[in-house]
């Protein structure tokens, strides 16, 4: 009996100690410093921060103030490799590689710092998260304005390293990727990879003017 009593308890030990177990991995993995959702609230975060800073920061404090969260969570190595293509990135040479990468994360932080600028009781929601093809992953959001107005912004992340990056933002459904994939590719085709620097560079300055 004493035999019989003893192994109820171990069995329930063990159940416990699984159930237990069971859930705290369920809490670790959904409040994983690096999960894809936590990796878009700390971009948003920074963003919002940037705009209620707006008056105190001029363009170089939001870019010093963004330029290491884009760092974070964003894969801007590929995401520069998918716009020209494998075909196009490998026929430069590793300077001219380089040199399109450094500027094209230059501009993308100098986007973002030149966008948000200005609190007007803007607020940010995660809608919802879900799996894609080829192992990415989606995260939806909206931004709700001031005003009311609603802007979709849908994030789409792979791993890299073990850490989930942002590789692609769709703007109320329209591919930022698309849009730069078709607009440097036809500056490549139509002029040069010299052009193509010179318009990532005439973007930069321009973010900073408009902000």
């Keep these: 009996m004493k035999a019989k ?3 109820r308890i171990t069995g329930w030990v063990v159940i416990l100690t699984l159930l237990l177990f069971g859930a705290t991995a369920s809490i ?3 409040d994983a410093p690096d999960s894809p959702e936590k990796v878009v609230q700390n971009l948003q975060a920074t963003l919002l921060q940037a705009m209620r ?6 363009f170089t404090g939001r870019f010093e103030l963004l330029a290491p969260v884009i760092d974070q969570s964003h894969d801007v190595d590929m995401i520069i490799k ?4 494998a075909t196009i990135w490998f026929d430069l ?3 001219q590689q380089t040199l399109i990468t450094d500027t094209f994360r230059e501009l993308s932080i100098a986007t973002y710092a030149g966008r948000f600028t200005e609190y007007n009781e803007e607020q940010f929601e995660i809608i919802e998260q879900r799996d894609l093809p080829r192992n990415q992953i989606l995260v939806r959001s909206k931004l709700t304005k001031g005003d009311g107005g609603i802007v979709n912004f849908d994030y789409v992340l792979q791993q890299l ?9 769709l703007f109320d459904g329209v591919s930022d990727l698309a849009i730069k994939r078709s607009e440097y590719r036809a500056v ?3 002029d040069s990879f010299s052009e ?3 318009m990532l560079k005439e973007k930069i300055v321009l973010a900073e003017q408009e902000s």
């Design 5 to 7: 009593h003893i192994h």
């Design 28 to 30: 670790a993995s959904e």
């Design 53 to 58: 800073e707006g008056e105190q920061l001029d």
């Design 82 to 85: 998918t716009i020209l293509g």
């Design 93 to 95: 040479d590793a300077e």
């Design 161 to 169: 390293s073990g850490q989930w990056r942002i590789v692609n933002i």
């Design 188 to 190: 490549l085709q139509r």
């Design 196 to 198: 193509l620097i010179e």
